[in-house]
């Protein structure tokens, strides 16, 4: 085979290998030959999905060393930990250390300690090896203070996409013995799992999702200040508080429109704190969240807007709708409401018809 015959297949199994999209596929092809090898491995490696199947990896050290060791994380753009494998890790955990006589919120928080620091260290050991990691998304999984600031720390982090566990709060006040933390043993719990770094070295996010946001409300306000001050680029932002931690803060019935210091409020304070409106095309504010006033975002510029109206329904069902200004948000094509009523979804479709186009 000549040189330039050589060069072109090579180019032609580059091309296959990026549109190829079963990972069984491109492990097999692997196989073939070395110059197989060398084409599909980057294709392999560039999304790494953890799910049920292969959620082992993230808490049997010798078996995720091996492909770190392997130097192939270099191609990752892509981490994802599925809500499969945090229930998977759960369920292995369970049958190693069966609970006994041990009191069942006991064992269940010690049973959490024990996988939530298992899975950090993997998931940081991940981040240094897969220095040009773009994009990361994990669901119902705790991140320790030293996995955010060593994932926020990649030069290239295009997006990064955290759901916080259900019920996260409830387990950040609770010791292994089942009592109430409180003091220096609550400060010690809450800073691992409950707080964000101090530091950010977010430069080029585009996109941020904090998912049933827990713990410690006025620490996360303003690391979402620092990151978003340092992302020029964000373009979608989605938030939302866990239910518990709503209801610890009086939130379902303590809705304090003009309060900025409220943690309803907490897209307001952002822009207060900037000293500018969010330049965003898509903003998703979920369970706790208000729709800000319209001077915190460009008008010119949000494109799509999500809000739930579940916290206001023992208050003032309309009260997001106040908020919007929809005349004003002149790029705004589409429009997504969570439990809301008839007439307030009358009202959306009268006032935005001239720009909504679902």
Known sequence: MSMASFTQLGELLLIVAENTHSRRLLYNACLVSRMFNMAFTPSLYRCLRWDASNAHFLHDESKLDLIIRSGRLSYTRIIIVSLPAVVSIEDAWEDRFPRGDQEGVSWWCGLLDDIYDQVNRALINLFAAARRLRSFACSQLALSRECIRTLSGLPDLRSLYYQFPFTHDFYLGLDVDGTILTGASYAARVRNYGTPPDDVNCKRLTRLSLINMC????????????????????KRLSLSIERQTIERLGLWSDVRVDDIECHSNIVQYISRELGAPLNLECLRLGDGLQFPAPDAICATKLAEAYISN?????VDPDAPINRLALKDLTALSKLAFEDMNYPSMKSISQE???TLAS
């Open 215 to 234: 713990g410690e409300l006025d620490v996360w306000k303003r690391w979402l200040v620092r990151v978003i001050s340092e992302s020029p680029q964000l």
């Open 310 to 314: 579940r916290m206001h329904d023992m």
């Open 352 to 354: 935005a018809s001239h």
